[in-house]
C-alpha cells in the first residue's frame, strides 16, 4: 500500500496560496480541530460531496478550522489550475480556505491518496482520523454514513474516535509526470 500519514502523527505544516489571495500555514488555523482535505476542482466525487462537506464545515465552524488543498496536476487536467479554484470558490463560496499545492509537495507528504481524502487533527495537532467524509460521496444526497461528522461529534464531546480510519472514496490524485503503479485505474480517471 501507499504511505499515507499514520494515526498520532503530527500535522506537517505549509506554506501555500490561497484563493483570497494571501498563504497561509499551519500557524493560521488556531481552532481545537483541524480538517485538512485534499480536494480539485473538477471530480465527480468531489463535485458530488462538496454540499455534505459544507453542512459539516458550518455545523462545526465554532471548533474546527476546515482547509482544502488542490494538489492535482494542471497538466491532467486543465480545469484544477488556480485560476478555476478562485472562480469556484467566488461562485460557490465554501466554508473552507482553498491552498493551491502546485509542487504537490504537501500531497506528497500527507500521502493522499484520493479525492477527497480528509484528515482530522486535535488539539495537539496530531491525527486522529484518516479518510472519507461520507460513504457515497459521488452522489452525496444518497450517503447513509457521515464519518467525517461521527469524528468532529466525538471529538466535541471529549471522546476518542470510535472509527478512526476508513478509505478514501474518489479520484487518485492527478501526479505531474509521474507513474504510481499502486493506484488503481478508477472510473472518474477516464472522464
Not at 466525538?154 to 504510481?180: F, R
Request: glycine share 4%; proline share 4%.
Amino acid at each position: 500500500m501507499a504511505f499515507t500519514m499514520k494515526l498520532g502523527n503530527e500535522a506537517i505544516d505549509f506554506a501555500l496560496p490561497a484563493t483570497d489571495g494571501k498563504t497561509y500555514s499551519l500557524e493560521h488555523f488556531s481552532k481545537d480541530f483541524l480538517v485538512v482535505f485534499f480536494t480539485c476542482n473538477h471530480c465527480p466525487y468531489v463535485i458530488g460531496s462538496d454540499e455534505q462537506t459544507r453542512e459539516t464545515a458550518e455545523q462545526f465552524a465554532d471548533v474546527a478550522d476546515f482547509v482544502a488543498i488542490n494538489s492535482n496536476s494542471v497538466n491532467t487536467y486543465a480545469e484544477d489550475s488556480f485560476e478555476h479554484m478562485v472562480v469556484r470558490m467566488d461562485e460557490l463560496k465554501f466554508p473552507w480556505t482553498y491552498l493551491h499545492d502546485q509542487s504537490q509537495d504537501v500531497a506528497l507528504a500527507y500521502g493522499a491518496l484520493r479525492t477527497p481524502h480528509f484528515y482530522v487533527f486535535d488539539k495537539e495537532r496530531k491525527l486522529v482520523y484518516t479518510g472519507r467524509a461520507i460513504d457515497n460521496p459521488r452522489k452525496g444526497e444518497l450517503a447513509t454514513v457521515n464519518d467525517l461528522e461521527r469524528t468532529l461529534t466525538e471529538l466535541k464531546a471529549g471522546q476518542a474516535v470510535s472509527i478512526p480510519e476508513t478509505n478514501p472514496i474518489g479520484c487518485n490524485v492527478k501526479w505531474d509526470g509521474k507513474d504510481h503503479h499502486w493506484m488503481p485505474i478508477e472510473a472518474c480517471d477516464l472522464v
